[in-house]
């Protein structure tokens, strides 16, 4: 076994979803596979190769910045549209802080 | 149905411009009727999820108005394209084949949507896909797979299964798609279509809604090379509305396709053709073969780290994954299941919204980055996609391209591996690795089996050397490959 029932809901935690006991039995299993098969990359002896943090690699560190110019934004009415619920000009949440 | 609309399925990017300019049909007309013949068409493969006829036929208005004042209309003009629904097209509704976005009308465009519609041409729709292009069959979009068109029964592909089965069911002339671990060229390949993935930053990511940041690119589908070429054309270049977008010098493909193959050096990888089925294997032999006819040379080569390659792209890309999904918490994205607290509120609506394959790969990201488990799963996997990078570079001191198959059989079943994830991950062994690399690679019809499933031959070369790939797919094309 390389995942208990009980990591998978500690995982499932982490990742903020509520999932069903069908839910977790069912991931258990197909992380215990899907965890096995990456398994075989131990096989690779990588002690002297840096992991890769860009594929064009060959690029200058600052190849890709841009002037730092001001533009318009999306405007409030706008940026708001798909909210799931808006009030007064922003989003609205349940309360998070008890007074 | 009109005259017009029976006989669009055929037209490509050349022909639709000559009947422009001869005037045989105006924009307006053709963009109706193309609306027309996919709306009755769309049944039969769920392609499309979403059309949007006002802005199509805006797009062919501007198109008949520059036509009629003598000015360029430009290289897209009439076009009809499909855009895969993870593409972001302001005021048209863009699920990412999500229940979670069954809602979402995005307040701007991206980037290679903008650029193609300056170039005149016009979206027809928003195509079907795995829901945030998380699959390889299609069969996980909350709407419904998308059926093969060669054959009801079998999958399209995926996760682009809609923009592919769309360009071969001939409703548009070309689609967009995005392949972040083969999920333009295998749908391709099933659907016998020309599928490509530019090389990574080529074309900018703004609008592609993001599932693995480091492996995402946005690539074209046509009927033909040149289509596809075409469409890549007018959406590459730099855009700083993506660091990542590169500033790499932008050749003019159609140029370069000038059929001159001779003497190329192609690198057949062994490790490729190890488990690929003989039905796949037959029409993509032959493929070489009519290469080697053209004048190319060709030679085995070893790609030695590629057996790891889906652990590792799995890996990487659910890591990524878990990180770009957080956002969708019930607060910005439309869709909420309300409850009492807001940690129980994001954990109910992400438990509610997504469908399986994301959930596990969810799951599957977040335990690999977890505490305790970073440096085995996600650090070891980034130096193996060092290895992956290196054997290409090695192979590309040798050989201008490399010729492989795409996926190790042809399109399967509907439901016939969906149970079976592991199963289903290890059928991107050859898709993967170019990914992997960021180096340009496409599919390219090369045959059929003998039940008549198409097969694809996959084309991969140098970083931004696009124009290079597009010359021997279009010698080869030209040259029957099409038909094996």
Excluded: W
Aim: charged share 25%.
């Amino acid at each position: 076994m390389k995942i208990t029932v009980q990591e998978v809901r500690y995982v499932a935690d982490l990742a903020n979803l509520k999932l069903t006991d069908q839910e977790i039995d069912r991931l258990s299993k197909d992380l215990d596979d899907i965890l096995a098969h990456m398994d075989t990359l131990n096989e690779l002896d990588t002690s002297n190769v840096q992991p890769m943090a860009q594929v064009l690699y060959e690029a200058e560190d600052t190849a890709t910045l841009r002037e730092d110019r001001e533009r318009p934004p999306l405007d409030n009415a706008t940026a708001l549209l798909n909210a799931a619920q808006a009030g007064a000009g922003y989003y609205k949440v349940p309360k998070v802080i008890e007074r | 149905m009109s005259a017009l609309a029976a006989g669009i399925a055929t037209l490509d990017a050349r022909q639709v411009r000559k009947g422009l300019d001869a005037r045989d049909f105006s924009a307006v007309e053709l963009t109706s009727s193309a609306l027309e013949f996919a709306q009755v068409e769309n049944p039969q493969t769920n392609a499309y999820l979403t059309f949007c006829p006002e802005r199509a036929l805006a797009a062919a208005e501007r198109v008949d108005k520059k036509l009629a004042s003598g000015e360029d209309p430009g290289p897209l003009a009439g076009v009809t394209v499909a855009v895969k629904d993870v593409i972001v097209t302001r005021g048209v509704r863009t699920t990412c084949g999500s229940r979670l976005l069954e809602r979402y009308v995005p307040p701007y465009d991206a980037t290679a949507v903008i650029r193609l519609e300056q170039a005149g041409g016009i979206i027809l729709g928003k195509t079907n896909c795995d829901e945030f292009a998380m699959g390889s069959s299609n069969e996980n979009s909350a709407f419904g797979p998308v059926m093969n068109p060669f054959a009801p029964d079998r999958v399209s592909g995926g996760s682009s299964g809609g923009s592919a089965a769309a360009v071969a069911q001939g409703t548009a002339v070309v689609a967009l798609g995005s392949d972040t671990g083969g999920s333009v060229r295998q749908p391709a390949g099933f659907c016998g279509v020309v599928g490509v993935t530019p090389t990574y930053g080529r074309v900018s990511r703004y609008g592609l809604t993001a599932f693995a940041s480091s492996l995402d690119h946005i690539g074209p589908f046509g009927r033909t090379v040149r289509d596809a070429a075409l469409l890549l054309q007018t959406i590459a270049g730099r855009d700083e509305c993506d660091a990542t977008s590169a500033f790499a010098p932008l050749p003019d493909y159609l140029a370069q396709q000038n059929g001159d193959v001779k003497g190329r050096k192609l690198g057949l990888p062994r490790e490729y053709f190890d488990g690929l089925s003989s039905e796949s294997a037959g029409p993509v032999l032959k493929g070489v073969e009519l290469l080697k006819k053209l004048g190319c040379e060709v030679k085995e080569i070893s790609l030695p780290a590629t057996k790891y390659a889906v652990a590792c792209y799995y890996i990487i890309a659910t890591a990524e994954a878990s990180a770009n999904l957080a956002r969708y918490d019930g607060v910005r994205y439309t869709t909420r299941v309300a409850a009492d607290t807001l940690s129980d509120m994001y954990r109910a609506t992400r438990g509610a919204g997504f469908g399986a394959e994301c959930k596990r790969r969810i799951m599957l990201g977040t335990y690999v980055l977890s505490h305790g488990y970073y440096d085995a799963y996600y650090l070891k996997a980034q130096k193996v996609r060092t290895l992956i990078a290196e054997d290409f570079r090695k192979a590309f001191a040798e050989v201008d391209a490399i010729i492989a198959p795409v996926s190790p059989s042809p399109a399967f079943k509907i439901g016939e591996k969906i149970d079976d994830p592991v199963e289903m991950y290890l059928a991107d062994i050859y898709t993967v690795t170019g990914d992997l690399a960021g180096i340009p690679c496409m599919s390219v019809p090369c045959g059929k089996t003998a039940g008549g499933l198409p097969v694809g031959m996959q084309i991969l070369t140098r970083h931004f050397d696009e124009a290079g790939m597009f010359r021997l797919a279009d010698a080869f094309e030209k040259a029957g490959g099409f038909t094996g």
